[in-house]
């Protein structure tokens, strides 16, 4: 047992609270942010390449099929044309333009309402970015058909292409819509009860010190494994100096906090804190469980290492909570405020 001081379970509270919020604040929602809230999808789109081929021209799909991203370098122009056979967005020396004049551009959001215009004379050309690389959402890239059997074999499925305009020559940017169902259930859900059912007899029958093995054990493994899901997310939308610095900060800043709130404990208190660590890595993993019901996840990693990570997350994470209960019922026990109420009140009156 530990100190059992009246401003012992304040400050238990207190410090749990605090690491809740701050995890809270670098939990994975930039993680996700470039698949539009999407962990995983039936369809993806691939690139098979651009005809006539061109040095400098470079196309690949994020989210799946959400959105299509084009990079043009060497001094190439490069007008995408849109829904209509209009133009759409240019890719120049001096950044990317969207036409305000384009239906597509109005469609997909990239010139908002209030600055379309219409345009008999030709496009309205206003800028988007001043980099060489940008991203929107393309329907063209979901010719999606109907689709009668369910494999968990990807495979594909129908075939898209978007027009171009590249130094005024055409071409075309072509690719292929691939389809698939989730994996067969039954191995994950063995490894997420199997492992499970182990953590609670060790913690049902064995003593303190093996409770606090435990704990010390499955820290590290659920801080990893819920680090590993959501960085490969992160990392599936690109690896711009922007987002390395993002997934390093995220992976920094979770690691540190669990330290921190964990050398700030001992005895029960740090039982209690591994506990939240716990409960907290199993909450965030909860929407990864999408990765289990379809057949692409959008990660950086292989769909199977990113499920595993997900399963260990979630697992682990569980089985930190199970050791912890131990712990924490002594601290309810030792609550003051208990006490008194158990100790029962002066009636009213």
């Known amino acids: 047992m530990g100190d059992r001081s009246p401003s012992r379970t304040a400050s238990i509270a207190g410090r749990s609270a605090l690491l809740a919020v701050a995890l809270a604040l670098v939990a994975p929602a930039t993680a996700s942010a470039h698949t539009g809230g999407r962990i995983a999808t039936d369809f993806e789109a691939r690139v098979i390449g651009l005809a006539p081929r061109t040095a400098g021209?470079?196309?690949?799909?994020?989210?799946?099929?959400?959105?299509?991203e084009l990079t043009v370098s060497g001094g190439h122009e490069v007008v995408v044309l849109g829904l209509e056979g209009?133009?759409?967005?240019?890719?120049?020396?001096?950044?990317?333009?969207?036409?305000?004049?384009?239906?597509?551009?109005?469609?997909?959001?990239?010139?908002?309402?209030?600055?379309?215009?219409?345009?008999a004379s030709g496009p309205a050309w206003r800028r988007v970015s001043s980099g060489h690389t940008y991203?929107?959402?393309?329907?063209?890239?979901?010719?999606?058909?109907?689709?009668?059997?369910?494999?968990?074999?990807?495979?594909?499925?129908?075939?898209?292409?978007?027009?171009l305009l590249v130094d005024g020559r055409r071409a075309r940017l072509a690719g292929w819509e691939w389809y698939a169902i989730g994996p067969p259930p039954w191995p994950w859900l063995a490894a997420l009860l199997v492992p499970l059912a182990a953590a609670i007899a060790a913690v049902r029958y064995g003593r303190r010190p093996l409770h606090r093995g435990l704990a010390a054990a499955l820290v590290p493994v659920t801080v990893a494994a819920w680090l590993a899901g959501w960085i490969g997310i992160l990392l599936d939308g690109g690896t711009s100096p922007l987002v390395l610095a993002l997934a390093a900060a995220y992976a920094a800043a979770t690691?540190?906090?669990?330290?921190?709130?964990?050398?700030?404990?001992?005895?029960?208190?740090?039982?209690?804190?591994?506990?939240?660590?716990?409960?907290?890595?199993?909450?965030?993993?909860?929407?990864?469980?999408?990765?289990?019901?379809?057949?692409?996840?959008?990660?950086?990693?292989?769909?199977?290492?990113?499920?595993?990570?997900?399963?260990?997350s979630f697992t682990a994470g569980l089985a930190l909570v199970t050791a912890a209960v131990p712990a924490m019922a002594d601290i309810l026990r030792d609550d003051p405020l208990r006490r008194r109420l158990l100790a029962g009140t002066p009636e009213d009156g």
């Not at 021209?57 to 299509?68: E, I, P, T, Y």
């Not at 409960?279 to 965030?284: D, E, I, Q, R």
């Open 135 to 163: 991203a929107w959402h393309e329907s063209r890239l979901r010719p999606r058909p109907s689709v009668s059997d369910g494999s968990a074999t990807p495979r594909r499925v129908a075939q898209w292409s978007i027009p």
């Open 57 to 68: 021209v470079r196309a690949r799909v994020l989210g799946g099929d959400l959105k299509l």
């Open 255 to 312: 690691i540190l906090l669990v330290a921190a709130a964990l050398a700030a404990a001992s005895g029960d208190a740090r039982m209690a804190v591994a506990g939240i660590v716990g409960a907290l890595a199993a909450v965030f993993t909860l929407p990864e469980i999408e990765a289990f019901t379809r057949g692409f996840v959008l990660s950086a990693l292989p769909a199977t290492a990113a499920r595993a990570a997900a399963i260990v």
């Open 86 to 119: 209009e133009p759409f967005l240019r890719f120049s020396a001096d950044g990317v333009a969207a036409n305000a004049a384009s239906p597509t551009a109005w469609s997909t959001g990239v010139v908002g309402s209030s600055d379309a215009v219409k345009s």
